[in-house]
């Protein structure tokens, strides 16, 4: 079991810059992949992007690339995901997730490869 803690949400003006935090407690294994995905209104969740904590090797989404960074503090257990140059369709909440297979990092990994789950931090980009 792992509890999931998000923060960091807000609104911000299009180009602007805002970083999550995902602090992770409880079962250290389950936690080996971490990733963020986000939820729009009326649209499904989509995996934004991950991170194995066993050799930080990261995965983003085509959209995000460039312009989105996941990386982790592993003394504080804690993700984050600093996103700059960020557009209106950024606009979403976005989940913090854990799950104990490595596999579940692999590119093309969708929500139901996750196991554990955060309670959502929302981010409103406005243009």
């Known amino acids: 079991q792992v509890q999931l803690v998000e923060s960091g949400g807000g609104s911000v003006q299009a180009g602007g810059s805002l970083r999550l935090s995902c602090a992770a407690s409880?079962?250290?294994?389950?936690?080996?992949?971490m990733g963020w995905f986000r939820q729009a209104p009326g649209k499904e969740r989509e995996g934004v992007a991950s991170?194995?904590?066993?050799?930080?090797?990261?995965s983003y989404a085509d959209s995000v690339k460039g312009r989105f960074t996941i990386s982790q503090d592993n003394a504080k257990r804690t993700v984050y995901l600093q996103m700059n140059s960020l557009k209106p369709e950024d606009t979403a909440i976005y989940y913090c997730?854990?799950?104990?297979?490595?596999?579940?990092?692999?590119?093309?990994?969708?929500?139901?490869?996750?196991?554990?789950w955060g309670q959502g931090t929302q981010v409103t980009v406005s243009s």
């Open positions: 997730a854990a799950d104990p297979f490595p596999h579940s990092c692999l590119p093309g990994s969708t929500d139901s490869d996750f196991g554990y």
């Open positions: 991170i194995y904590t066993g050799g930080g090797i990261t």
């Open positions: 409880g079962d250290t294994y389950s936690s080996n992949c």
